[in-house]
């Protein structure tokens, strides 16, 4: 990588900031420095004295020149890269995460739904105790040295199976004592299905729920339909507020999807704040673009605006409430997690894999069905190496687009299942979703200078 693109500098929210990509130091400059860094590796100090004397004065300019001289000399700023030699990823094999397909079945039937309407383009099905517990056995087993592990139960709709979830949880705390292990439960669900008896089961033992709603309720309706070609929003918002209301201070997520239909999605995460949900997603829909909901390249300017929109009324939403979160909005600015995972991402098909109710392990959720994806069986294990070699190699170091990018060591390459569905290649991203990704990392550390300025 060229020098002069070891930064990336941008303004937003009223403030200027410039990134230094390989150290992840981000810095909240004046205009002078701002500007300064435009010549700075180009042009000797005279120069740019010259270029920018009809702004600032002479002394303002040298001051702000060692001021910047100073952040390269400690490392924070133009700083080089770590060798790709020096990286190792996974090499014991260990697993950390399973998402547990316990229902290949749904009672929605969503038009966007990557899962073929909960049958992953199968036959409908539900796992039995007997695979779930192979399950559990196995990531105990593949897990190492690793005491934390994560179970997501997912579906289809998963509370469509809950007495053996309620079973495979006990038989998780069973585990715990005999391995030493901690299993931290999520479940996703659409709430068609909740009650008192199981909003008690999934608050006292899901360490996270995701409830699935779109936002307001002709945007879910038009998209979120129930067997009788019905709208779910009557039927599932009060049921989540309920929900919510119960779980006290434990983790949550309402997960929507915004499509072509709803460009304007920052009117759902603040329809879902009013509503009384503090802690919310909104995902660009999973499909291919051909789909008149799809997202389009002539929709990517809009989305990016939005973006800038919103980041603007959570600035003033979070100012006044702190429990107020956007998950897009998140970011770690303490150089993040260690420098593996920050060039290698979720870990799919390595650290973390999917199991369908006959027990068969695939990569994620979005490869599931996919035959040749398929990577073994919780029976027998991992018997297509070459699928799990593909993914562990699937760094942004190994990714052309992404060596280039200022944002790969925080999306971290992206997400393979879009690459797939869009280039039939895990190594080359999806690039709407790229563009996407780099407005929502800018939003973010806009958001937290304005908030701890």
Not at 15 to 27: C, F, P, T, Y
Not at 44 to 55: A, G, Q, S, V, W
Not at 269 to 290: A, Q, R
Request: glycine share 6%.
């Amino acid at each position: 990588m060229d020098i002069k693109e070891r930064i990336h500098k941008y303004s937003l929210n009223g403030k200027n900031i410039v990134l230094d990509i390989n150290s992840g130091a981000v810095h909240v400059v004046e205009d002078i420095v701002y500007d300064i860094l435009d010549y700075y590796k180009t042009y000797t100090l005279d120069e740019i004295i010259k270029l920018l004397e009809d702004k600032y004065d002479d002394k303002d300019i040298m001051e702000a020149y060692e001021e910047i001289s100073l952040l390269e000399n400690e490392g924070i700023l133009y700083s080089e890269g770590v060798s790709i030699e020096d990286i190792r990823y996974n090499e014991d094999n260990i697993i950390k995460a399973l998402c547990l397909h316990v229902a290949h079945d749904c009672n929605l039937r969503c038009n966007y739904c990557f899962a073929s309407q909960g049958d992953f383009k199968g036959d409908r099905s539900l796992m039995s105790l007997e695979v779930g517990k192979k399950a559990l056995e196995f990531l105990v087993k593949h897990s190492g040295g690793r005491r934390n592990l994560e179970v997501d139960f997912f579906g289809g709709e998963p509370l469509m199976n809950f007495e053996i979830i309620k079973k495979l949880v006990m038989y998780g705390k069973d585990l715990e004592k005999n391995y030493n292990k901690h299993f931290r439960f999520t479940i996703t669900t659409n709430g068609v299905l909740l009650d008192e008896d199981n909003m008690k089961f999934i608050n006292e033992y899901m360490d996270n729920v995701v409830l699935s709603l779109d936002g307001r309720k002709r945007i879910n309706d038009n998209m979120r339909r129930t067997i009788t070609d019905e709208g779910s929003y009557d039927i599932i918002l009060p049921k989540f507020q309920k929900m919510v209301a119960k779980r006290g201070d434990k983790d949550y997520y309402v997960r929507g999807t915004f499509t072509s239909y709803n460009l304007d999605f920052s009117n759902d995460v603040l329809h879902f704040y009013d509503k009384g949900f503090k802690k919310i997603s909104i995902e660009p829909v999973v499909t291919s673009p051909d789909k008149d909901y799809g997202i389009k390249e002539e929709h990517i300017d809009t989305i990016l605006k939005e973006y800038e929109k919103f980041s603007k009324d959570y600035i003033n939403i979070k100012k006044k409430d702190d429990d107020f979160l956007f998950f897009h909005f998140m970011i770690d600015l303490d150089q993040g997690p260690c420098i593996v995972k920050r060039i290698v991402g979720c870990g799919a098909g390595s650290e973390y894999m999917a199991v369908t109710p006959e027990g068969e392990l695939y990569p994620c959720h979005q490869f599931v069905g996919d035959k040749k994806f398929k990577i073994g069986n919780v029976y027998e294990g991992i018997t297509n190496n070459e699928i799990v070699k593909e993914f562990k190699n699937a760094s942004v170091y190994n990714k052309e687009k992404c060596r280039s990018c200022w944002a790969r060591f925080y999306c971290s390459g992206g997400c393979h299942a879009n690459a797939y569905n869009h280039h039939g290649n895990i190594m080359k991203p999806y690039d709407i979703g790229c563009e996407m990704e780099k407005k929502r990392i800018e939003c973010a550390i806009s958001i937290l200078a304005n908030l701890y300025e």
